[in-house]
């Protein structure tokens, strides 16, 4: 069984080697929330591997979604070979961020339901009470006893959510959670782009979600923030953004640009970026939401 705890002694160990020096590096000062504004420090190889392989060998995921979430996962496949190449800005050890469903050999253990409604996990935090459910039962079941996060993601129920449904269907639940399971963390989320901009629903409701989070301490993956910037960190939620990237460029109502495919023509495809599946969304959205997953499964890991 793995145990989050055996982070504390590598800290010790890491003391007085530059790499590894909480000042040096900052890694444990930007707080729980894996927003656009963390995706650099893997991107160009801040994180140490050191940090990287403990949060491998405590960290024990179960992680529901449908669609757009998979972009997580997908962009994690993706990042295998592309830091294999060494092109992060380090050169990490060879499949140091492989991942698996049950952990097998040095592997993140980060089992994902199927999103089709034929297994445990398997729809999103939109789907009330059929994500409640799911999560009880998983976690009370003997033979998961060693998982210690928990995750969902959205699909577009955010949009037609009102501030009451969000109470009562996700952020209340999510806190009873919290209650019945103090040894398992739970990792809040945002909705993802829906082009209404910054006077929409969907935004209003991430609004929430974010104040909620960050005035109860709670981690959170900001999965709208992250495709609402470029790499550049240009925001786009004011120029009625959605989840392919599109936007309104010049202003006139229309969204006529795609923020990911400037990017990614504009940069090399297995240098700068890397081509990997990312459902409704191009390539550099997966990129990076994979680049903030990790550094908040080593945050994850270093707190507890």
Request: glycine letters at 10%.
């Amino acid at each position: 069984m793995k145990k989050l705890h055996v982070f504390l002694p590598v800290l010790v160990l890491l003391a007085g080697c530059p790499n590894g020096s909480l000042a040096s590096d900052g890694l444990f000062t930007r707080g729980q929330t894996a927003d656009h504004t963390v995706v650099t420090q893997l991107w160009t190889g801040q994180i140490p591997e050191v940090y990287i392989q403990a949060a491998k060998d405590s960290l024990v995921i179960g992680y529901g979604h449908t669609s757009h979430g998979s972009q997580i996962t997908d962009g994690m496949d993706g990042l295998v070979a592309f830091a294999n190449g060494a092109n992060l800005g380090t050169p990490y050890s060879t499949d140091l961020f492989s991942w698996s469903h049950n952990g097998a050999g040095d592997t993140l253990h980060l089992f994902e339901g199927d999103g089709y409604g034929t297994g445990p996990l398997d729809h999103d935090a939109g789907y009330y009470p059929n994500w409640v459910n799911e999560t009880e039962g998983f976690l009370d079941d003997p033979a998961n006893s060693n998982y210690n996060v928990i995750i969902w993601s959205w699909c577009g129920q955010v949009s037609g959510y009102s501030s009451r449904n969000l109470v009562d269907r996700y952020l209340t639940p999510m806190s009873n959670f919290e209650a019945m399971y103090p040894d398992v963390v739970f990792v809040y989320m945002t909705g993802h782009l829906d082009g209404t901009g910054e006077t929409g629903t969907l935004h209003l409701r991430n609004e929430e979600i974010r104040r909620f989070c960050a005035d109860n301490d709670k981690w959170l993956f900001d999965f709208a923030d992250i495709e609402s910037h470029d790499p550049e960190g240009n925001y786009y939620v004011n120029r009625a953004a959605n989840d392919n990237c599109d936007y309104d460029s010049d202003g006139n109502g229309s969204r006529d640009s795609n923020w990911a495919i400037d990017w990614q023509n504009s940069h090399t495809v297995n240098t700068d970026w890397y081509n990997c599946g990312s459902a409704h969304s191009l390539p550099l959205n997966a990129n990076m939401k994979a680049y903030a997953a990790w550094w908040l499964f080593v945050q994850i890991a270093h707190a507890q």
